[in-house]
Structure formats: C-alpha cells, structure tokens
C-alpha cells in the first residue's frame, strides 16, 4: 500500500492542520484511491518532514514554534513523540538527516540560523551545538557584532570575502533548506542574502568552508543532488535553476543558469520545490502563482538543463510535490488539495490530473517506509 506522511500548516501558520497526517490509498488502486486517513501525531505546523535512515522515527520542523522533534513510529500508521521539541531558531522550516543518522540540520528562514543537533543511538535528539552563523560571527568579531549582519566569507580560504548586500538596503537572512554530500560536507541556502554555503563538521558544529554569491535577488530556496554529482538549486524570486558544480580541489561554482520555465513571471511566480525522477534525466520544480509545474531535461553530464513543458498543477499554491513511481504528488498549501499527476516517461511532461484529494492545508510529502 502507498502511503505518505503528511506535513502542513496549523492555525499558527494560517492553516488547519492538526498535525502530522496519513495520504493512503487501498492497495492496488492508490492511484484513484490516495485520501487523507487524518492526523497520526498532533503537532503545531510541522511543515517539513524527515526520515531516519535507519530507524522508524521522523523528524518535523515546527515552524510557528521554532523547534524540531522526533516521533516515533508505533504500529502501522501512528507517530508517537520521542522526547520534548528542541528550540532552533524562528520559523524553522526544513530539517535534514545525515546518512549516518548522527546528526540533524535546522534551517531557520526568520533568523537565518542554520543548527546542528546530535542525534543518539535511538534516534533521539541531543542539545544542540552553537549555530552556525552565530559561531561564525563570534569567532571572526566577537560577541558585539550585530546578529542580523550577513555572516562573511572567512579569510584565507582562497574564496574572495564579498558582501553583495552593501549598497542594496535591507535585507535579512533566511536559510532555507540543507543538503548533506557525499564528501560529508553540507550546502546550505540562504534565501535572503542569495547565497550557497558550503559547510564542514566539526566537533563544536558547523565550520563554513566556502560559498557562492549568486546575482543578487535570486533567492535560492531548495537544492537537488543530481546522479551526476552537480547540485541544482532552485530560486524562487528569479525563477531560475542555478547548476553548481565541483572542482577537483573542493570548491563548488556555478557552471550554468536556467529559467525554471519560459513563461515564469518574476514577481507573480516564485518556485517552491525542486524535484528530479530516479534516473536523474528530469527535473520539476513547482510555480507559485501560476500554480503550474515546470519541467526540465537534464542534458550533457548533468551541467545543461533545457525547459521542455509546462502543465496546471490542478492545486492553489504548489508548495511541494514528489516523483513516486513515475507519478507526482503535488500538494496545494492554500487549496487544502493535493493531485495526483501522470508523467510521460519518454518526455518528462505532466500528462494531467489523475487525482485529487481534500487535506488540510498540505505542505509536505514523505513516503512511509
């Protein structure tokens, strides 16, 4: 049977879920039968989710109360807390696991923040290390410097120290998704200060290694790890899909620029997510305001993306969606909806709406394991 975790907005964030729900489908007809089963963990806003490697606990971002948790899974459709939220930073909204499940990533859009926490054996979350803008500011200014001021390139690591923010008023940081490598390093974006940051592990948290100043306003929002080993990262005020890559010594750099679609409008459309299929050759990305899924061929060694259609996404307010099986789930935040859309194999574009069901304003799919 396929079945999904659900994540959504409560009432604190303007929405009407209840908590982490259940999308399932009766066996062998999921397809036309996927419908919310209800909450399994009643929670505030746990609108990201993510899974364990390795044992059967979930992870949530509690974005109106700046604080991650785990939940446990018990029997076949039930998620029971695993010991007390954890504080993180303001409107937390994404949270990532390594591979090893050792350790847990906070991204904080309110503040910027970017947290690392220690996970134990059985999947429980430990006290947070310093964050990492914070100990990045301590360490280059001492405690006075002003925590809202965009954290700088650290000298002497072959990256020019460029702050794009001088001359252009204000601006806040907002980090917004993390990525773990293959390397063991982490990228993370930074929505407001149009940056990628490119971090290391230490013993104290996180050490910044690089990063990369993408053209200001862009604001990268999500990243995908490609097959090929580039990272496309999705941006959600210009509308593009900036393709980094990695040079022999480490350093990451942009290889080439893409519009999202050709048709996006730049302050009426601003992408949410950014998917790919399986084998890597497509990627889907999500427009807001159209409320319509953009799709890209993914050409040469994974450098060159090319815009190949453009389909209603049949929900209001695409905020996330997943390829499963050759079949996206796209869930609609405002229109307390998600579909359920067809995928040409051989074309990569959205073939119609197969689907549809009520859920209470929807902000993220996980497949149960």
């Known amino acids: 049977m396929t079945r999904f975790w659900l994540g959504g907005y409560g009432p604190g964030m303007d929405g009407s879920a209840e908590g982490i729900g259940l999308l399932a489908g009766d066996e062998g007809r999921e397809a036309s039968t996927l419908a919310y089963r209800g909450a399994v963990a009643e ?60 350790t847990l990533i906070a991204s904080c859009y309110g503040d910027g923040r970017v947290v690392r926490l220690g996970l134990d054996a059985d999947g429980l ?43 252009g008023g204000d601006r806040a940081s907002h980090a917004h998704a993390a990525i773990f490598l293959p390397d063991g390093r982490i990228a993370t974006t930074d929505l407001g200060f149009d940056l990628v940051r490119f971090w290391r592990l230490s013993g104290s948290g996180l050490v910044l290694d690089h990063e990369i100043v993408l053209p200001l306003g862009t604001g990268p929002r999500h990243m995908v790890l490609h097959p090929s080993g580039h990272l496309h990262v999705i941006t959600e005020y210009s509308c593009e899909v900036f393709t980094l890559a990695s040079a022999p010594d480490g350093t ?26 399986r084998d890597g050759q ?17 050409r040469g060694g994974g450098e060159t993306l090319e815009s190949v259609a453009l389909a209603d996404s ?39 709406i197969r689907h549809e069901a009520q859920v209470p304003s929807p902000t993220h799919f996980l497949p149960v394991r």
Not at 52 to 68: I, K, N, Q, R, T
Not at 75 to 102: F, I, K, M, Y
Request: aromatic share 6%.
């Open 282 to 298: 497509f990627l889907y990305t999500a427009l807001r305001g159209s409320n319509t899924i953009a799709a890209l061929r993914v």
């Open 314 to 352: 049949g929900v209001d307010w695409p905020r996330h969606h997943l390829v499963h099986e050759g079949k996206m789930l796209v869930a609609g935040q405002r229109s307390d909806t998600i579909t359920l859309l067809d995928l040409d194999e051989r074309t990569g574009a959205p073939l119609g």
């Open 43 to 102: 929670t505030p806003s746990p609108s990201w989710l993510t899974q364990h490697p390795s044992l059967d606990v979930v992870y949530a971002s509690l974005e109106g109360d700046s604080a991650v948790q785990a939940f446990s899974r018990t029997g076949e459709s039930a998620l029971t807390p695993l010991g007390p939220p954890a504080a993180v930073g303001e409107n937390v909204c994404h949270v990532a696991v390594d591979p090893r499940g050792t």
């Open 252 to 277: 990451w750099s942009v290889v080439s620029s893409t519009l999202s679609s050709p048709i996006a409008q730049i302050g009426i459309d601003f992408p949410a997510e950014l998917a790919r299929t």
């Open 125 to 167: 979350i430990v006290p947070a290390k310093p964050d990492a803008a914070a100990a990045l500011r301590a360490a280059l200014f001492g405690d006075d410097e002003d925590p809202g001021a965009p954290v700088p390139t650290p000298p002497g690591d072959g990256v020019a120290a460029v702050d794009p923010y001088a001359a």
